[in-house]
């Protein structure tokens, strides 16, 4: 039985893998800090094949005893987002760059290695993104997350994943996504209010990201080296569009544009992801199934304080 180690394992994305490769047939075991106090992975503590280690992974010896044991090795531990990498510089560039460069030092030839990035890195573009396409990052968050791929494709066992914004329910529920906020705002309040509605951003299913490491995990030796966008390819959507197909979820929901500031990141390309797409990989969740899971689910979310549902 393949042992898979997910770093940050008890977050939107690694509650979520956890469960899945559990699912699939693989042990897993998670590290993770619970920084957010979250009870995500209370569900799998049944199963025969989870282990759960609390611990940071800035406790190197820790890290590389548990990277020493494992087949697979998911490093998902970040801090995540501009404004949390600028408030803490040393902490984000320790634990977005340097736990998986240490990973990385010590990794050896049978083993895997799947990092997550974000084509949140690509910025604004006239052409359509695909992997060829130059970064530019604007913020600490971006840079390190940069850093940590150009490491892992330098050495040339791993693999990128360059994700689309995220959305979807999940155990350790992030409401502050843009789809899950949108959601959110339009089942709570009933309208949104847009700025810089035209720019264009590419989405994914959190479970079809889950699939994803699972599909690279099984086609690790013709991918290694390299790095895939991941993404809906029938979901390259304005704010607006997205706006627009939420509404014909909740028909009441009130669209106002006003441009009142704007992105930092200047977020506004077309990504291409065929390179995945060509492997015969392809997507389960399109954004009307993960719009009507969050409608349902936010009503649970609003019962309590939505503040345990957010990294902000």
Known sequence: MNKVLIT????????????????????????????????SLLH???????????????????????????DIIIPLAAIVGMPACKANPELAVD?????IDNIVKV????????????NSQYGSSDTIITEDSPFKPLSLYAKTKCDAEDSVLGNGNGIALRLATVFGVSPRMRQDLLVNDFVYKSVVDGYLVLFEAHFKRNYIHVQDIAQTFKFMIENYDRCKGQAFNVGLSTANLSKLELAEKIKKHVPN?????????????????????????SLGWSPKYDLDYGIKQLIEAYQFVITVNNRNFTNL
Not at 95 to 99: A, D, I, L, Y
């Open 107 to 118: 990794l050896r030839d049978d083993q895997k290695l799947i990092i997550p990035n974000t």
């Open 8 to 39: 940050g394992g008890a977050g939107y994305l690694g509650s979520t893998l956890a469960e899945h490769l559990l699912d699939n047939g693989y042990s897993v075991t998670v590290l993770d800090n619970l920084n957010f106090k979250q009870l």
């Open 95 to 99: 634990v977005n760059f340097k736990h």
């Open 44 to 70: 799998l503590f049944k199963r025969e094949n989870f282990k759960f280690h609390l611990g940071d992974v800035r406790n190197t010896e820790l890290l590389l005893k548990l990277v020493s044991e494992h």
């Open 253 to 277: 929901l009130v669209i106002k544009q006003d441009e009142f500031k704007e992105d930092f990141d200047k977020r506004n390309y077309i990504v291409s992801n065929d390179k995945i797409e």
